[in-house]
């Protein structure tokens, strides 16, 4: 069973950086896309970005520009560096593995804890 945990979270000034890295505890993660998502409190989870094996990348409007997924299969990593945070990033952020590469949460099977980003305007 795929196990993901996400690690890089914290609180920062708007216009701050953060990577959110997220390590998988299977072999065969090159095999699988990967995806992050968000969700701030009182809101309906949202799709970031997502990564496909091939390496192909796609970005939800409201962040594209500004974060860029990535992964490393040598180390079973996926990351998510996000540049000129805003206020409104202020969100959970998880990552999830699946079979198809996706901006839609069903199409993910299994799905990290989470990780706490706050961005400070």
């Known amino acids: 069973q795929v196990q993901l945990v996400e690690s890089g979270g914290g609180l920062v000034q708007a216009g701050a950086s953060l990577r959110l890295s997220c390590a998988a505890s299977i072999q065969t993660f090159r095999t699988y896309a990967v995806g992050w998502f968000r969700q701030a409190p009182g809101k309906e989870r949202e799709f970031v970005a997502a990564?496909?094996?091939?390496?192909?990348?796609t970005y939800a409007d409201s962040v594209k520009g500004r974060f860029t997924i990535s992964r490393d299969n040598a180390k079973n990593t996926v990351y998510l560096q996000m540049n000129s945070l805003e206020p409104e990033d202020t969100a959970v952020y998880y990552c999830?593995?699946?079979?198809?590469?996706?901006?839609?949460?069903?199409?993910?099977?299994?799905w990290g804890q989470g990780t706490q980003v706050t961005v400070s305007s």
């Open positions: 990564i496909s094996r091939s390496l192909s990348s």
């Open positions: 999830a593995v699946g079979q198809y590469y996706s901006t839609r949460a069903v199409h993910y099977d299994t």
